[in-house]
Structures are given as C-alpha cells and as structure tokens.
C-alpha cells in the first residue's frame, strides 16, 4: 500500500498554526513553540547521528526470521499441564493486500497519521515528548511513530525510560532504511496486539466481527483501531460503549484528515455493529480458569509478559474439583430446564476458606458457545443471599445475639420519591421472632429493620472489609439485596465468614516462575483478621440453621454445613452460597438478558441441589469438620 491507497483525498495542513491569547500568554506560547521546533531540530539531527553509532543495538534485518517468543504454561494445584499459551498461538498473518483499505487508513489516523511522510520517527512529536518529559523529570508522553512501536514491540522492554525512546527512534531509522513502507506496515499490523489474545488484524476481525480483516467495513475498521491503545479497555467485548467513543474519536479523526467525509463519518456512526465471539484460551482443558488466571496475571506483569514471557504458571484449582463442579453445571443445568425454569446460565465458584485460594470456577454452562466467565464478571444481585452481612453487621456490635428478638411487621420508610414499605416473600407478616428464626426463614421485614437499627453504613463498610467494592448506597432496601456482586465476591465472602473473620486475597494463582524457575509471583497465603470472630462464628451457627430447618434444607450433604439461599424479587437470579470448613462455593442461577426464570423460582428450591451434588462429590475424601462453637470466641463489648 502506498500514501495515495491510505488518503481518500489530499488532507488538510495538519499543522495549521497556534493561536494564544495576547499580551504575555502570546509571547510565552511563541517561546515555547520555537523552544519545541529546536528542540525538535537537535533531537532529529542528533538520532541520525546517534543511528550510525549505536552498535548494540539489535539488528533489525533479524525482522525478516522473526522468532516468536517464548510459550507460557499453566498447571492446576498438583501440577497438572492445563493450557500452553503464547503470542503466536492466536495469530494469522496476511498480505497487505488482504486487508480492508478503511482498517489501514483508519490505524493510522489514531496511531500515525504522518507515515507515509517520516522516515522513522517525528521529529514534531519526539520533540514535543522531550520537551514534555523535560519539564516533568520522567516519561509521561510518547512520540512514536508506527515503526518506532513495531521495533519497540520486536526488540525492546516496555519501561518507559528515555533510553528506551532513544533506542526506539534509533531502530526505526534503521529499519526504514531497509524496509519499505509497505512492509513495516503489514508487518506492524500483523503484530500489533488486539486484544483477548489475538495478535494481528486477521485474528483480531475474526473474533471481533466473525469476518476476514479484507471485509472489514468502515464501522468496524474505526472501532479495531481504537482497540489498539488498549485492548482489554476499549475492547466491545467488555463494553460496547467505551468501544463506541472510541471509535467515535477514530472517525473523528479520520474526517480531520479529510480521509473520509463527514457523510462517511455520520453513517459508521450509525452502523449496527454485529460482534463475533472471543476465540481466546480454546486449547485450554479449563478456559474459564485458564482466562481468569491470564487475566490476573495481566494486571500485574502485562499482558506481553503472560502471551510471550516463558512463564511457568501453578493455579490454585483442583483439576478434579473443576471436573467435578463443571459436571454439576452441566447436570443441574438440563435438570432446571426439565423443571421448566427459564435459565440459560450458571455459574459456580468453590473457595477454600482457610487460603481463599480458588479450587474450582465454572464461568458458564458450554465454554464453546459462550466465553464470558460469569463466576469473576457477571454483576447480579444476590437477593436473600446478602442478608448474612447484614445481620454479622449486628452481631460486631455485641448488642445482638442470634437469640435477639426483631420484629416481623409492616414498616415504612420515607425514601427520595415517596414512601417505601417492603413486604416479605409472601407477603405475610409473622411478628415477633428470633434473628436465628428471621434468617432460616428468610424473612425481609426483620433483616430491613436489623439494618436500620445497626446503620446501612456499617452494613456496606463490612461489605468493603469482605472485598466486595461494588456500588451501594445506604438505602433501607440495601439487606434484600438490591447491588450487583459477582459469584466470586460472594464466594469469598463467605469464605471469610467460615474461617472466623480471617482472610486472604481470592486469586486463581499461586506460584509463577520463568522458564529458569526464578519465581516472580508467590501467592502464599497471609491471612489477616478482618472480622469479630464471635459474630463470624455466631453468623455461621445461624446459617447452619437454614440448612436444617430453613429455606436451604435441600442443601444437606450430610456433614455439618451453614449457607444462605438468595431470590431477588423479579426472580432473575436465584443462588445458593454455603460452606464447610473446609471449602467456601457459590452457585448463581440466571440469564444474560436478566429474563425472569420464571414464578417460583428459589434458590431453596432450584440451586441448593446443584450446591448440595457438587459438594458431595468435592468433599467426599475429606474428613468430616466441626465448626468452632461462639463459646470459644470472647464476645465484643456493646458499641
């Protein structure tokens, strides 16, 4: 492809000149604009200078034999392989020739728009950076060119050193010197990093929009482009809407250069965009545990470190266990549909208490039809299944036994916009009762009233202590559950409720190594007490009632266990959370579209059963645990 393939038409000036204020705000804009032109004047004659006497740097003629890197491999808990992954394994690399003409025109509007034009580097925006990075003492901006990122991305680390930008300017001379712009262009797009694990235009178009990269239309073009700067942010597969004011600003740009018309750029505005399907991890034999450990592996090393860095990954799952807990999926979910409940999905998350180490996680019911992991992303409202916060919440404060008394009557509270009476499940009012009795039966008027005595503010500030950072306001219907969590915030909640307010952070790993077994991440646990021990233990003495005499009575498994069911009113999600000593799991029940499943759906009824098949199994070669009694706990002072 050459400059008259990627300009639709001749572009505007794309420096039409700085226009200030008058008086000392003109004069300092024009020193600092001559300033930044001889800056960048020095910068540009010193780099081809500096080009013929670095000679450590590596040779870009090493292009032409590109090597991939090296592959990374995850393993469960005992050291079984599950997954190799590395940056190739998710890339197709085509011809310039095969690739749509508005994806060309539209990455190098957002990336650099001045290709065809430099011979490697800017010089406006290397000096535009140095003067910058000058004034701030470090790097906080860049000035790369399209060749300047693609030998970054080949040779280079990802630290932002002023070295590293010297390097970069210095390789990219070099390889326009050898290199056609065609071919950097090609091999920069077949490079480039897209996002869940597609690597290259041809992969990426595939998983975005389920098409060749050749097909792609101006839409789709501007919104792939806008992926680039990060890919795990703007990707549409997370957000559709930050994917859309990305790709607003792509078109935006485009229409600046003159490349597209304004027509043009309110038409793809308007265009539907279809999305494909992630098609990341399918080697995998457990994506969903595969992706989630990826991912967190992302935050902390980057995500060309986890795709090309050698690593050697163990996770804390069981692969028995996830076999174990993805039959029970598979099996309680054919069983919900024989029953004619309305549910597309489920999710399962097993956690060991003592370690908050994840053992098992079932992001879904087929892994193959849809790859979104609904154990670490869905955002659902737990119902019933929120009230244990609530309730530990009044405990902690030493006025309130499970033996304390509450009202089960009508009550209303003036909220913004009116008057809000809540009513229990069915609708009935039972007076006086126990705090024991109000939570295995799962009575709303009680933990509402519970709440408001204790303070929703101390409710929510125990939600945090948990780990659990969504959203939420003080509002009188907050013990009903009326938040978005995921199932693994409630699995480790509980968790933590289990091994008496100790806790860990939740994670999927628990040792990464390099390819020469330097350990770069240990994830040995360091508990921390987080909670009143007592009003743990107490919680748990309660909720083991619910499962003997209460709503959860088809979660017995014959051991001791303590747990809570979850409905939410317009019965769109259904759970069931519960525990032993040794082992923490959450089931959520649901659909996508947040189609109800259908009247009478429980979790009593329908998800207790899952939790109760999956737990059997999981703990059948595990000895039988007591819990510790509140007696062996001193009880917290009144506050």
Same mark, same amino acid.
């Given at each position: 492809?050459?400059?008259?393939?990627?300009?639709?038409?001749?572009?505007?000036?794309?420096? +039409?000149?700085?226009?200030?204020?008058?008086?000392?705000?003109?004069?300092?804009?024009?020193?600092?604009?001559?300033?930044?032109?001889?800056?960048?004047?020095?910068?540009?004659?010193?780099?081809?200078?500096?080009?013929?006497?670095?000679?450590?740097?590596?040779?870009?003629?090493?292009?032409?034999?590109?090597?991939?890197?090296?592959?990374?491999?995850?393993?469960?808990?005992?050291?079984?392989?599950?997954?190799?992954?590395?940056?190739?394994?998710?890339?197709?690399?085509? +011809?310039?020739?095969?690739?749509?003409?508005?994806?060309?025109?539209?990455?190098?509007?957002?990336?650099?728009?001045?290709?065809?034009?430099?011979?490697?580097?800017?010089?406006?925006?290397?000096?535009?950076?140095?003067?910058?990075?000058?004034?701030?003492?470090?790097?906080?901006?860049?000035?790369?060119?399209?060749?300047?990122?693609?030998?970054?991305?080949?040779?280079?680390?990802?630290?932002?050193?002023?070295?590293?930008?010297?390097?970069?300017?210095?390789?990219?001379?070099?390889?326009?010197?050898?290199?056609?712009?065609?071919?950097? @262009?090609?091999?920069?797009?077949?490079?480039?990093?897209?996002?869940?694990?597609?690597?290259?235009?041809?992969?990426?178009?595939?998983?975005?929009?389920?098409?060749?990269?050749?097909?792609?239309?101006?839409?789709?073009?501007?919104?792939?482009?806008?992926?680039?700067?990060?890919?795990?942010?703007?990707?549409?597969?997370?957000?559709?809407?930050?994917?859309?004011?990305?790709?607003?600003?792509? @078109?935006?740009?485009?229409?600046?250069?003159?490349?597209?018309?304004?027509?043009?750029?309110?038409?793809?505005?308007?265009?539907?965009?279809?999305?494909?399907?992630?098609?990341?991890?399918?080697?995998?034999?457990?994506?969903?545990?595969?992706?989630?450990?990826?991912?967190?592996?992302?935050?902390?090393?980057?995500?060309?470190?986890?795709?090309?860095?050698?690593?050697?990954?163990?996770?804390?799952?069981?692969?028995?266990?996830?076999?174990?807990?993805?039959?029970?999926?598979?099996?309680?979910?054919?069983?919900?549909?024989?029953?004619?409940?309305?549910?597309?999905?489920?999710?399962?998350?097993?956690?060991? %208490?003592?370690?908050?180490?994840?053992?098992?996680?079932?992001?879904?019911?087929?892994?193959?039809?849809?790859?979104?992991?609904?154990?670490?992303?869905?955002?659902?409202?737990?119902?019933?299944?929120?009230?244990?916060?609530?309730?530990?919440?009044?405990?902690?404060?030493?006025?309130?036994? %499970?033996?304390?008394?509450?009202?089960?009557?009508?009550?209303?509270?003036?909220?913004?916009?009116?008057?809000?009476?809540?009513?229990?499940?069915?609708?009935?009012?039972?007076?006086?009762?126990?705090?024991?009795?109000?939570?295995?039966?799962?009575?709303?008027?009680?933990?509402?009233?519970?709440?408001?005595?204790?303070?929703?503010?101390?409710?929510?500030?125990?939600?945090?202590?948990?780990?659990?950072?969504?959203?939420?306001?003080?509002? %009188?219907?907050? +013990?009903?559950?009326?938040?978005?969590?995921?199932?693994?915030?409630?699995?480790?909640?509980?968790?933590?409720?289990?091994?008496?307010?100790?806790?860990?952070?939740?994670?999927?790993?628990?040792?990464?190594?390099?390819?020469?077994?330097?350990?770069?991440?240990?994830?040995?646990?360091?508990?921390? @007490?987080?909670?009143?021990?007592?009003?743990?233990?107490?919680?748990?003495?309660?909720?083991?009632?619910?499962?003997?005499?209460?709503?959860?009575?088809?979660?017995?498994?014959?051991?001791?266990?303590?747990?809570?069911?979850?409905?939410?009113?317009?019965?769109?999600?259904?759970?069931?959370?519960?525990?032993?000593?040794?082992?923490?799991?959450?089931?959520?029940?649901?659909?996508?579209?947040?189609?109800?499943?259908?009247?009478?759906?429980?979790?009593?009824?329908?998800?207790?059963?899952?939790?109760?098949?999956?737990?059997?199994?999981?703990?059948?070669? @595990? +000895?039988?645990?007591?819990?510790?009694? %509140?007696?062996?706990?001193?009880?917290?002072?009144?506050?």
């Amino acid at each position: 492809m050459s400059s008259s393939i990627v300009h639709k038409k001749q572009p505007r000036d794309p420096s +039409p000149g700085f226009k200030f204020a008058k008086g000392v705000g003109q004069v300092t804009g024009g020193t600092l604009l001559a300033f930044t032109m001889l800056t960048s004047a020095i910068v540009a004659g010193g780099l081809v200078g500096l080009a013929v006497s670095f000679r450590n740097l590596p040779d870009v003629r090493s292009l032409r034999n590109y090597i991939p890197s090296e592959t990374s491999y995850f393993y469960d808990i005992n050291g079984k392989l599950l997954a190799r992954i590395h940056g190739e394994a998710n890339r197709e690399v085509i +011809p310039l020739d095969r690739m749509s003409p508005d994806l060309k025109r539209a990455v190098l509007a957002i990336e650099d728009s001045s290709f065809f034009s430099h011979h490697g580097i800017n010089p406006s925006g290397v000096g535009r950076a140095v003067l910058v990075n000058w004034q701030r003492g470090s790097v906080v901006e860049g000035g790369s060119t399209l060749t300047m990122q693609l030998v970054k991305n080949v040779f280079l680390s990802p630290k932002r050193k002023f070295s590293r930008k010297v390097a970069e300017a210095v390789l990219a001379i070099r390889l326009e010197q050898i290199l056609t712009k065609d071919e950097i @262009l090609e091999m920069y797009l077949n490079q480039v990093y897209w996002g869940h694990n597609n690597y290259g235009v041809q992969t990426a178009a595939r998983s975005y929009f389920g098409k060749s990269a050749a097909n792609l239309n101006l839409a789709e073009s501007a919104m792939m482009a806008g992926i680039i700067q990060a890919p795990e942010h703007y990707s549409p597969f997370v957000s559709m809407t930050v994917a859309k004011q990305r790709q607003a600003i792509v @078109l935006s740009r485009l229409r600046e250069l003159g490349w597209i018309t304004p027509e043009e750029e309110a038409a793809a505005r308007q265009q539907e965009i279809k999305l494909g399907q992630i098609k990341s991890f399918q080697g995998s034999a457990i994506p969903y545990v595969t992706e989630a450990a990826a991912q967190e592996l992302a935050k902390r090393f980057g995500r060309e470190a986890v795709l090309k860095g050698g690593m050697r990954v163990q996770t804390t799952v069981d692969a028995e266990m996830q076999r174990m807990a993805e039959e029970s999926v598979k099996a309680g979910h054919k069983r919900l549909r024989d029953q004619r409940v309305r549910a597309d999905q489920m999710a399962l998350v097993a956690v060991d %208490p003592r370690t908050q180490f994840i053992k098992a996680l079932v992001g879904g019911v087929d892994y193959s039809k849809s790859k979104f992991n609904r154990a670490t992303q869905a955002i659902r409202q737990p119902g019933s299944a929120f009230k244990p916060f609530v309730y530990y919440t009044a405990f902690a404060t030493g006025k309130y036994t %499970p033996n304390s008394i509450v009202q089960d009557t009508p009550v209303s509270y003036r909220v913004p916009g009116g008057i809000y009476s809540p009513k229990n499940y069915d609708s009935s009012f039972n007076g006086p009762m126990s705090i024991r009795k109000a939570l295995e039966v799962s009575r709303n008027i009680p933990a509402i009233r519970i709440g408001s005595a204790v303070g929703m503010s101390k409710v929510i500030e125990t939600c945090r202590i948990l780990g659990i950072n969504s959203p939420m306001e003080p509002v %009188p219907s907050l +013990p009903l559950g009326a938040i978005g969590l995921t199932p693994l915030e409630m699995a480790s909640a509980y968790a933590t409720f289990a091994n008496y307010g100790w806790r860990s952070e939740p994670t999927v790993i628990a040792r990464v190594t390099d390819s020469n077994g330097n350990v770069l991440l240990d994830n040995t646990p360091k508990p921390q @007490l987080m909670l009143e021990p007592w009003a743990a233990a107490s919680l748990t003495d309660v909720m083991q009632g619910v499962i003997t005499n209460g709503t959860g009575r088809a979660a017995q498994i014959g051991r001791p266990a303590a747990g809570k069911t979850g409905t939410t009113n317009s019965e769109r999600d259904i759970w069931f959370v519960g525990y032993v000593p040794q082992l923490a799991t959450a089931v959520w029940v649901g659909n996508d579209n947040y189609r109800p499943l259908g009247h009478g759906a429980t979790g009593g009824g329908f998800v207790a059963p899952i939790w109760r098949d999956f737990m059997q199994k999981a703990l059948k070669d @595990l +000895p039988v645990e007591q819990f510790r009694s %509140p007696s062996q706990f001193d009880k917290p002072s009144s506050k």
